[in-house]
């Protein structure tokens, strides 16, 4: 790998990654970076384009072209990756929050705005405000959990992942961004006590064997893989979460580009009613979900 000429200027660095093999965008997401500023600062780039790098920035800049070029996420090199107008800390212990997933969350908050806010009780004629429950499950980074907390402040939301390391990065971000998601280790729904609003995952779904797999090597492969078709563990989620669903509540699932009839039907036989499907902004059925009976 080349390097470029010392000192070079911001528009000379970013041209040298582009020869490196990366697009315009990384390029300059990784500039950024290596001079201290956010990626949403690209503006400051046409700016300070003959800008010098500083030496410092131009070893930072190698380093990270280097990691980029070899197929490593870039927020596993910046550290960052905006998600629902969140900047979330993430690194190799959780999946990079992708922008489909944002799909899962609009629906959720669609979902949550006509769920029931007040019970009655048996003493009085008055309602009572009662909490809306939500349960995350798998959460990784928090990137769900902590967009539904922010979007809908009123929300009792709680995060489960299977992975402790998982959950040191999403409480790390739950703290620096002061949301009041609680968190708890646990396998799906085994030892999860009480019935909650909404249910809410984007659980493994690549099957065993398949080849896109092989491009993934960076992220933590029990997060991606789920048994020979990918939908282990959707159907133990879809199995087990009637009983901890309040009646008219919602369990909605990420899934596979082209599993969304396959989790249509799972839902339909575990006794969902409404057994439904979203698509992402590609126009791919990205989400599946489905209520459970009143």
């Not at 040298?16 to 500023?37: P, S």
């Not at 010098?52 to 131009?58: F, I, K, S, Y």
């Not at 933590?220 to 509540?249: E, F, N, Y």
């Amino acid at each position: 790998m080349g390097t470029p000429q010392t000192p070079s200027t911001i528009a000379q660095a970013m041209g040298w990654a582009q020869t490196q093999g990366l697009d315009r965008l990384d390029a300059q997401l990784l500039v950024l970076h290596a001079v201290g500023r956010t990626d949403m600062e690209r503006a400051w780039l046409l700016a300070h384009d003959t800008d010098a790098l500083p030496d410092a920035a131009h070893a930072t800049l190698q380093a990270t072209v280097r990691r980029r070029a070899a197929g490593e996420p870039l927020a596993y090199i910046t550290g960052h990756k905006a998600f629902y107008g969140l900047d979330l800390c993430v690194d190799g212990r959780v999946l990079v929050p992708r922008p489909d997933t944002e799909t899962l969350v609009d629906w959720a908050l669609e979902v949550l705005a006509i769920a029931p806010t007040t019970a009655s009780t048996s003493t009085t004629t008055e309602p009572h405000t009662k909490p809306t429950r939500v349960l995350d499950l798998g959460t990784g980074s928090g990137a769900i959990a902590l967009a539904l907390q922010h979007s809908r402040p009123d929300l009792q939301v709680l995060a489960i992942d299977y992975s402790t390391d998982a959950l040191t990065v999403a409480q790390a971000n739950a703290l620096r961004l002061h949301l009041k998601v609680r968190f708890a280790q646990g396998n799906w729904l085994d030892g999860v006590q009480g019935c909650f609003d909404l249910i809410v995952s984007n659980p493994p779904y690549i099957a065993a064997l398949d080849p896109h797999l092989a491009a993934l090597t960076h992220e933590p492969r029990q997060a991606l893989a789920s048994g020979d078709h990918g939908l282990d563990d959707i159907g133990t989620i879809i199995a087990q979460a009637g009983r901890h669903l309040q009646p008219g509540g919602w369990l909605l699932l990420e899934h596979g580009y082209d599993q969304a009839s396959a989790v249509r039907a799972l839902l339909a036989d575990a006794g969902f009613a409404d057994a439904q499907s979203r698509r992402d902004l590609a126009g791919v059925e990205r989400c599946s979900g489905g209520r459970w009976p009143s």
